[in-house]
Nanobody, 124 residues
Framework: VQLQASGGGLVQVGDSLSLSCTAA????????MAWFRQAPGKEREFVAV????????NYSDSVKGRFTISRDNAKNMVSLQMNSLKLDDTAVYYC??????????????????WGQGTLVTVSS
């Protein structure tokens, strides 16, 4: 397994949850890492991306100000801290590795490697 996501679960509206994704070093090093999500019956959508150094990131409008993406290059790990969760945040969350360094790619087709997904369910 080259990308392994974890941390999903069942939470309530307003709660926080942190997702993690570990990657094979050859995928993680020097590459941007991103999170996408796919809700039931919907297409996969961009959530957040971080550049290889961890000093530049980009977020979808729907999560901006609530979610924070970060990475630990020593551990080959990217994380997604999710605060103030809403019902609409319910989805399977996927981490992805791009074969590029910048944090500008927001479409799923730009990413070649994907984790298996972790389910986040937000209940009222």
């Amino acid at each position: 397994v080259q990308l392994q996501a974890s941390g999903g679960g069942l939470v309530q509206v307003g709660d926080s949850l942190s997702l993690s994704c570990t990657a094979a070093r050859r995928l993680f090093s020097n590459n941007a890492m991103a999170w996408f999500r796919q809700a039931p019956g919907k297409e996969r959508e961009f959530v957040a991306v971080i550049n290889w150094r961890g000093d530049s990131s980009n977020y979808s409008d729907s999560v901006k100000g609530r979610f924070t993406i970060s990475r630990d290059n020593a551990k080959n790990m990217v994380s997604l801290q999710m605060n103030s969760l809403k019902l609409d945040d319910t989805a399977v969350y996927y981490c992805a590795a791009g074969l590029f360094a910048h944090a500008g790619a927001v479409v799923s087709s730009a990413y070649r490697y994907w984790g298996q997904g972790t389910l986040v369910t937000v209940s009222s």
